[in-house]
């Protein structure tokens, strides 16, 4: 049997020390929505998240508790990383650690066989380095000092420190020209525009060998090199190869990790956020090349979650941690939130009222209030059984058409990772559909016997959208939809509704007539509008 094509989708791995807030949030809700939108296209879809682990800020840290690093990254792991998957209603295949033995031992066999391949020199670096942002740093990433001190990372604000040691060097400049080539070919594997286009520019403006080792002296929370124990992996050349440890990289071809590793990589897209772009768009890559190791189809740049115009950061103490909002709102509302307010790619704000306004406009009074009329005409005139229907009319059909053009275009949108466009083309088809019920009037032609076979017929085809918008919500609202899905007595006869297809979406008269359509739960109750004092945290 042929196999159905492989999809392997990827977030960066959080920095373990950080507490999550809903920035972090937002990459992993979008990549879940991107796995669940292509296991209902039928692919085999592998999505991966972790954390990163190693690092002198880790190491400090744990010092400053009182604990090992290793007891220290296992409490934050299992107290604040993990459940957040939870809150956020994430279904990732696998959660990879840095401080894991298998991603270990691949990160050791990966840099010995660079250095096999003569890609690795020993060398002296100097240099300024932020610790927050675990990297040294370029000139023009550095900001004066008000106070005329020592230059400060432009991200952290902190001052940097002047770092001079002994280091194993990656011939990154050998992979210029490559990257330049490879991205020419393929303008779709750096995405959006913006991203490729400064990139591009970056790479072209030459590229400069790179330490990828740091002095087991001064940062022991790391992975040694295989070839000289004083010297541990640099963090981010440890985590960048996450992306393969967690597959199988490194295991014998006939073994199972390693039909794996061959089945699933290379990724089809890895999200980031701009921040880290280069990383993943130039080391990442060149890293590949040199170990003849295919690249990823698409790196996507994603913009920030902005508060009072600044990037939401834990240091800047502006992090809102996901469960404040998902406490109030739900896991599917503050996933629908960020996937349809923000255009992916491009900065973004979240405030309390926006939220509550979309949750109000778009789920209650829209698809919730949509569903419970729908499965309440269904009680009121039908016993709460769903009828068989008729011949269809003009509206009837124009409606079926409207439905496929629709969720053709949400289809494209959500492979494009246009998320926000693919779920204003579903939401317009519950407009249409809403339009559908106003017009029809089915409760006018209940009070006429002779109009009992269009009545069926108008519930029937309302019943029957229904179903379709439950499968092609499904992916951005898993909780609310299943719910609608049992609602319209789906579940006996469709089977699962993850397991439903896009393509059945656009399917008409899928629904067995005689199903037990029941009024349940509202899907989305009214929320009392949140205390103006967490508006604090909005920008
Ligand atoms: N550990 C590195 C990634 C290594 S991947 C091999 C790292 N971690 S991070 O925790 O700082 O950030 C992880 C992701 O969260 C990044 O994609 C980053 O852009 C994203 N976000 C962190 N703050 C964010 C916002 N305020 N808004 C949107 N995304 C943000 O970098």
Redesign the pocket.
């Known amino acids: 049997m042929p196999q159905s094509p492989s999809f392997y989708v990827t977030?960066?791995?959080?920095?373990v020390n950080?507490a999550p807030?809903?920035?972090?949030a937002?990459?992993t809700v979008a990549a879940d929505v991107l796995a669940r939108w292509h296991r209902q296209r039928s692919e085999t879809v592998f999505f991966l998240t972790g954390?990163?682990e190693h690092g002198s800020k880790v190491e400090r840290s744990a010092l400053d508790a009182g604990v090992t690093p290793q007891e220290w990254v296992d409490r934050l792991v299992t107290e604040e990383w993990t459940p957040v998957l939870e809150t956020i209603d994430a279904a990732n295949d696998d959660f990879i650690r840095t401080t894991s033995s298998r991603h270990k031992a691949g990160v050791k066999k990966f840099w010995s066989q660079l250095r096999e391949s003569g890609y690795i020199y020993e060398g002296t670096y100097e240099g300024p380095y932020c610790v927050g942002c675990?990297e040294f740093k370029l000139p023009g990433d550095l900001i004066e000092d008000a106070g005329g001190g020592p230059k400060l990372c432009a991200i952290h604000g902190r001052p940097v420190e002047l770092i001079s040691e002994r280091n194993w060097f990656f011939k990154l400049s050998a992979f210029s020209d490559k990257l330049i080539e490879h991205y020419t070919r393929h303008s779709e594997a750096l995405q959006p525009q913006s991203a490729y286009n400064e990139v591009m520019s970056f790479i072209k403006g030459g590229l400069d060998d790179i330490s990828m080792s740091r002095s087991a002296a001064n940062v022991s929370w790391g992975i040694p090199l295989e070839w000289d124990e004083e010297q541990v992996v640099y963090?981010?050349f440890d985590?960048?190869?996450?992306?393969v440890t967690a597959i199988g990289y490194g295991a014998d071809p006939d073994t199972p990790d390693g039909k794996k590793f061959a089945q699933i990589w290379p990724a089809n897209v890895q999200?980031?956020?701009?921040?880290?772009l280069r990383?993943?768009a130039i080391f990442?890559p060149a890293m590949l090349m040199a170990a003849e190791l295919e690249l990823p189809k698409t790196v996507f740049a994603?913009?920030?979650?902005?508060?009072g115009g600044e990037?939401?950061?834990k240091t800047k103490l502006?992090?809102i941690h996901p469960s404040q909002i998902v406490d109030d709102f739900g896991s599917d509302a503050f996933r629908y939130y960020f996937m349809r307010a923000i255009q992916f790619g491009q900065?973004g704000s979240f405030s309390w009222e926006d939220m509550a306004a979309r949750y109000q406009a778009d789920l209650a009074n829209g698809v919730g209030n949509l569903a419970s009329r729908a499965t309440a005409m269904v009680n009121k005139y039908c016993d709460g059984v769903l009828p068989e229907p008729g011949n269809y009319s003009n509206a009837d059909l124009a409606l079926a058409d409207d439905l496929v053009a629709r969720i053709e275009k949400a289809d494209a949108a959500m492979l494009r990772l246009a998320f926000s466009d693919g779920l204003a083309e579903i939401m317009a088809f519950v407009d249409a559909l809403n339009l559908y019920v106003t017009e029809q009037q089915p409760w006018v032609l209940a009070k006429d016997e002779s109009q009992t076979g269009r009545l069926h017929t108008i519930l029937y085809v309302i019943c029957d959208s229904l179903r379709s918008i439950a499968i092609a919500l499904n992916p951005t609202m898993p909780k609310s939809m299943k719910s609608l899905w049992g609602q319209l007595g789906a579940q006996p006869l469709l089977g699962e509704l993850a397991d439903a297809t896009i393509l059945s979406a656009m399917e008409r008269g899928k629904l067995t007539p005689g199903s037990v359509v029941t009024k349940g739960a509202a899907l989305f109750p009214r929320i009392e509008v949140p205390e103006p004092a967490k508006d604090s945290a909005a920008e």
């Open positions: 977030t960066p791995i959080y920095y950080d807030h809903i920035g972090h937002y990459t954390t990163d675990e963090v981010w985590a960048l190869l996450n992306y999200l980031v956020g701009k921040d880290i990383f993943h990442w994603h913009g920030w979650l902005l508060v990037k939401m950061s502006t992090g900065d």
